[in-house]
């Protein structure tokens, strides 16, 4: 199994970025998705998950600036990011899971995989 993340760079504040996590070696219609980042010195952080049901979930400090969305037939996961700001600054993490349940969807120890991170800089 590979997930890989890509699309992070430098971004002023207010702009957007759109990051692609490319999955293979998975059942990718089966699986929950999310996106996770880590900032320095901080721990791992829950940003987005969308389900196999295409149900979506949010951390509350990105509603209505980020959108996270799947293609089924391109095995890939996006999030796109609006509106960024200096906080959003950290690598990020794309992350799958075949048997989430609801509750467990924003702890990043429930997940089985993991891509290699992109970092996303915004400047003030």
């Known amino acids: 199994v590979q997930l890989q993340a890509s699309g992070g760079g430098l971004v002023q504040a207010g702009g957007s970025l759109r990051l692609s996590c490319a999955t293979s070696?998975?059942?990718?219609?089966?699986?929950?998705m999310a996106w996770f980042r880590q900032a320095p010195g901080k721990e791992r952080e829950f940003v987005a998950a969308?389900?196999?049901?295409?149900?979506?979930h949010y951390l509350d400090s990105v509603k209505g600036r980020f959108t996270i969305s799947r293609d089924n037939a391109k095995n890939t996961v996006y999030l796109q990011m609006n509106n960024l700001k200096p906080e959003d600054t950290a690598v990020y993490y794309c992350a799958g899971d075949a048997e989430l349940i609801l509750s467990s969807i924003r702890l990043p120890y429930q997940y089985d995989y993991w891509g290699q991170g992109t970092l996303v800089t915004v400047s003030s």
């Open positions: 969308i389900r196999s049901t295409r149900s979506t």
């Open positions: 070696g998975l059942t990718f219609n089966r699986y929950h």
